[in-house]
């Protein structure tokens, strides 16, 4: 992708002899640029119109986000995976990408050979990865949740920021139709008022082990799998156990950020899109019992609880009331409403909104909106004032080549993951209320708990 495509500030003070020669490149190749047509037909894309993209996690979704970019046009350059069993399908499908092991090695090597990354890795390495390509200029597609900490979070809205890069997380939910109607009718007033708010998801349950200590046995490390690599920038280096990895790391503090993070992402994000939310002050835990006492509350250092109710309270915003919203997880869900019919169930990950007209209900991921109490033609004419998506990944990499910013941009998505986080925090001491600052960015009446606000890297890891 040519350098111009980048959105760059209009000012940059004390550029060096390097910075300018490059620029003054970009900007050269910019006016040489002729039309498709003339150049190779309607199946041709010139370099200006490529992203060239680094991959960051080959396997799992990171593999699936490599293949939905490949598959709109971009430019699979290089692949970075520490285990080359779960990266082996993405690496067969782009045989001239050049493989790392170590992200930090691959940005330093293929810095001038790539535009943009995404970043498909366990949960505690989304922060670090990230934020260093960013330093680099390069655009970044980051899956879910957008961090491990709410520090690193705040960290990347702010380096999207400065270094004017295109930024997108993977709650792909965000560009469905759904999501869109959701919002609408509820800002139109369908179902009036909403002051309360319930979201569940049937995870973590039986998907992955939590509420369970740190185990004591050492397994053979599997022979394509770097495991001091896998566990990154963690303070602490535990002997390998596969109840950590590659599959279950979830579940456990050190690399996960449980049932939340996993699917919070995805059914929290509409009820904060379509009520406003923004930070909640305050916020509590109930879960299943679990952990070891300390300093006279339940802090469990090892893995999330099997399961937890989250009660989240959110002032008034302007005109718009005060909000409550619950949390359910490992299968648990809140009443049915006594208007469903009898023969409808609940679905098994979902968001329902209680209003002074009505009720409403979706799935997860954007998932289509039904009313449960409240005028049915009323909302088919709502008037349709969002625009809608060209495709979540599309809508990346179009800004990627200087259009506008994905709806789901680092700047939304880090405010959005915050509120997930906290309720992450939470689960640390369940029966205990936090007050959040979110100014100071602090727990005020409980400050022990800002430790688990920021990251600890060890030495070797640095943004």
């Known amino acids: 992708m040519d350098k111009s495509n980048k959105r760059r500030k209009s000012t940059v003070p004390n550029v060096s002899r390097r910075e300018f020669v490059r620029g003054a490149l970009a900007s050269a190749l910019t006016v040489t640029i002729v039309p498709r047509h003339v150049l190779g037909g309607e199946g041709f894309s010139p370099p200006s119109e490529t992203v060239n993209i680094g991959g960051i996690g080959a396997g799992g979704m990171g593999g699936g986000d490599i293949r939905q970019c490949a598959n709109l046009g971009a430019n699979i350059v290089t692949l970075c995976d520490v285990d080359d069993e779960r990266a082996a ?56 949740p957008l961090t491990r900490t709410i520090a690193e979070c705040r960290k990347m809205a702010e380096y999207a920021k400065k270094y004017n890069v295109a930024t997108q997380m993977g709650n792909q939910g965000h560009a469905a139709e759904g999501a869109r109607l959701t919002n609408e009718w509820i800002q139109a007033g369908v179902i009036g008022e909403v002051r309360e708010v319930h979201v569940w998801t049937d995870r973590a349950g039986d998907h992955w082990p939590q509420g369970i200590p740190h185990p004591t046995k050492t397994d053979p490390v599997p022979a394509k799998f770097d495991w001091e690599l896998w566990q990154g920038a963690s303070k602490t280096l535990r002997p390998f156990n596969s109840t950590y990895a590659p599959h279950n790391w979830r579940g456990w503090f050190d690399y996960g950020t449980g049932a939340l993070g996993d699917m919070g992402c995805h059914i929290i994000d509409h009820p904060f899109w379509a009520l406003h939310l923004g930070m909640p002050t305050r916020v509590r835990a109930s879960t299943s019992i679990y952990g070891t006492r300390q300093k006279g509350g339940t802090i469990n250092q090892a893995s999330f ?20 919203m619950t949390w359910y997880d490992g299968g648990l869900q809140p009443p049915k ?36 109490v409240g005028n049915e033609e009323e909302a088919q004419n709502v008037p349709k004032t ?4 060209i495709g979540h990944h599309a809508e990346w990499l179009a800004a990627c080549k200087g259009g506008k910013p994905p709806v789901s941009d680092f700047e939304y998505a880090a405010a ?21 600052d979110p100014r100071k960015m602090s727990v005020s009446n409980m400050p022990d708990l800002d430790e688990f606000v920021h990251p600890h ?4 890891w640095t943004v």
């Open 337 to 372: 409403p006594e208007e469903t019919p009898a023969n409808d169930d609940m679905p098994k990950n979902g968001t329902l909104y209680i209003g002074s007209r009505g009720k409403l209900i979706h799935g997860s991921h954007g998932g289509m909106p039904t009313l449960i």
């Open 457 to 460: 890297y060890r030495a070797g």
């Open 305 to 324: 609880p099997h399961t937890s109710i989250v009660y989240y309270e959110f002032p008034a915003r302007g005109a718009l009331p005060p909000v409550k």
């Open 386 to 389: 969002i625009p809608r998506s």
């Open 416 to 436: 959005m993951t915050e509120v997930v986080l906290l309720g992450v925090l939470v689960a640390r001491v369940p029966g205990k209320t936090i007050e959040w």
């Open 89 to 144: 399908g993405t690496y067969k499908a782009y045989p001239k990408a050049t493989r790392y092991k170590d992200f930090r090695v691959m940005l330093e090597k293929e810095e001038k050979n790539i535009d943009a990354v995404t970043v498909g890795t366990p949960d505690h390495i989304h922060g670090i990865a990230s934020l260093n390509a960013m330093r680099m200029g390069k655009h970044v597609y980051c899956e879910k």
